[in-house]
């Protein structure tokens, strides 16, 4: 892929190119990002841009023979590992990525921001957990040791290097020492779990989060969405480009319609309809009720924020304006903070397995109660 094909990133791409045309790339890199920035796809594009035969100062041409092979993830020098199962367990077979090949190209050409959860579940291995293994390792080994086919570099790409284990440490003599003209890339989300002496052996290149500038441009442009749901995805998405994708294609209610409606139960005191929002919210799972949480907590910080210094620079919009300022008009510091702690609580309950129909029981009569005295202690100022 192209530089220009990776949302945002200016100054990792500039950074990486600016190493191209000195001539001084690193022979071991690691290329450090969280979910959704877009740490493979920049390694894609530099594996790209080293081998083209007609780069600019700013992208590779796009259209030379290195140029088409690279982005159909079938150049013969730009090789991949990243993590597989073992295709029948028990089996004397290792497992190696290229039994994979064919799966990786398909979905990584289809979204080269996925995650390594959308991977295994791409190529069914279910419960079974994905890595990186000692066969693979010397995989690589061999074959950068062979000399190139018909590009200058060879490129290694290995994506999600946490996963390599202790298994990596067979890599620390290529790394440290490759043979020439040999570049290995490495791809990580989570700097932790990678082993320190492979973290000692790279030059590590880290990728923020994209901005929510760049974010927006792409949903503008690449996405054609309309500029008031493409901000609502924006702030949802905290840079994270694959969680808007994921949002985007979701069809299910959004978090904050779900929230609006909670809130305007627990305002009109309609136990009924409330008691179904809950079973409705509870079989959601947990991973929307978290999402569910961080919302609430987006919307709690911008009433606050609109209750000092107004709401026209808010996030927010028509429904969700509407909704805060009925809670302007009620609440203050304390009542605030109150709010913004139980939703703290209740997200933290929630990703450790806190009972969720409780949680939200207790939550909604928690929360009803101060609503209702509101309108009590309002009612007595009139
Ligand atoms: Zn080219």
């Known amino acids: 892929?192209?530089?220009?094909?990776?949302?945002?990133?200016?100054?990792?791409?500039?950074?990486?190119?600016?190493?191209?045309?000195?001539?001084?790339?690193?022979?071991?890199?690691?290329?450090?990002?969280?979910?959704?920035?877009?740490?493979?796809?920049?390694?894609?594009?530099?594996?790209?841009?080293?081998?083209?035969?007609?780069?600019?100062?700013?992208?590779?041409?796009?259209?030379?023979?290195?140029?088409?092979?690279?982005?159909?993830?079938?150049?013969?020098?730009?090789?991949?590992?990243?993590?597989?199962?073992?295709?029948?367990?028990?089996?004397?077979?290792?497992?190696?990525?290229?039994?994979?090949?064919?799966?990786?190209?398909?979905?990584?050409?289809?979204?080269?921001?996925?995650?390594?959860?959308?991977?295994?579940d791409f190529i069914n291995a279910e419960n079974k957990q994905g890595n990186v293994s000692a066969d693979e390792c010397r995989t690589i080994i061999h074959q950068l040791n062979l000399k190139t086919f018909e590009s200058r570099y060879k490129v290694q790409i290995i994506w999600m290097a946490e996963l390599l284990g202790k298994e990596g440490n067979i890599l620390l003599k290529i790394l440290e020492e490759p043979p020439a003209d040999t570049v290995i890339l490495l791809v990580a989300e989570n700097r932790d779990l990678l082993l320190t002496t492979i973290l000692s052996r790279c030059q590590i290149v880290l990728i923020p989060r994209v901005s929510d500038d760049d974010m927006l441009d792409t949903l503008l442009k690449i996405h054609q969405l309309e500029k008031e749901g493409a901000m609502k995805v924006v702030r949802q998405a905290e840079g994270n480009y694959r969680e808007a994708l994921r949002i985007i294609n979701s069809h299910e209610e959004d978090e904050a319609d779900l929230f609006k409606r909670w809130m305007r139960l627990l305002i009109e005191y309609n136990q009924p309809e409330l008691l179904k929002w809950i079973d409705e919210t509870v079989r959601l799972g947990r991973e929307k009720q978290k999402r569910l949480f961080r919302y609430a907590l987006e919307f709690v910080r911008e009433c606050v924020i609109g209750q000092h210094s107004g709401l026209q620079n808010s996030f927010l919009h028509d429904d969700e304006m509407k909704m805060a300022e009925w809670f302007i008009g009620r609440y203050a510091g304390e009542d605030w903070e109150e709010l913004r702690r139980w939703f703290e609580e209740a997200h933290y309950h929630i990703e450790r397995n806190a009972h969720p129909k409780i949680l939200f029981m207790n939550l909604s009569a928690r929360i009803g109660q101060r609503i209702n005295a509101k309108k009590v202690s309002l009612a007595g100022t009139r």
């Open 1 to 120: 892929m192209n530089f220009s094909s990776v949302i945002g990133q200016q100054q990792v791409k500039e950074k990486l190119l600016l190493s191209v045309q000195q001539n001084r790339v690193s022979h071991a890199q690691l290329f450090l990002g969280p979910e959704g920035s877009g740490a493979l796809a920049l390694a894609l594009a530099f594996a790209q841009y080293i081998n083209c035969e007609n780069r600019t100062e700013t992208d590779s041409c796009g259209t030379c023979p290195s140029c088409i092979k690279s982005q159909k993830l079938i150049h013969p020098d730009i090789h991949f590992s990243f993590p597989v199962y073992k295709l029948k367990s028990g089996s004397e077979n290792p497992a190696l990525s290229s039994d994979f090949i064919k799966q990786w190209r398909e979905a990584v050409l289809a979204n080269p921001y996925q995650h390594i959860n959308d991977w295994l």
